[in-house]
């Protein structure tokens, strides 16, 4: 199964993916970036993923 992933070296913590999906991504208030918080399939972060200004999610197998 596929599962979503943040680019950590590319965020830009614009915080969209976060409030878009909150059962997918949370703030990392520390590091000012996304992270990953369940393993959702990548079909649940279609949006975010096309949303990202940076492009910085992407699916892994
Ligand atoms: S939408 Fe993209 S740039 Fe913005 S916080 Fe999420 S992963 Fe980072």
């Keep these: 199964m596929s599962k979503v992933v943040v680019n950590q ?9 976060a409030s878009m999906k909150s059962d997918i991504f949370e703030m990392d208030m520390d ?4 992270k ?7 079909d649940d972060a279609d ?3 096309a949303m ?9 197998d």
């Design 9 to 17: 070296e590319t965020c830009i913590g614009c915080g969209m993916c």
């Design 47 to 49: 949006e975010a993923i």
């Design 36 to 42: 990953v918080i369940n393993s959702n399939t990548c």
């Design 31 to 34: 590091q000012g970036i996304a």
């Design 52 to 60: 990202c200004p940076v492009g910085a999610i992407s699916c892994e």
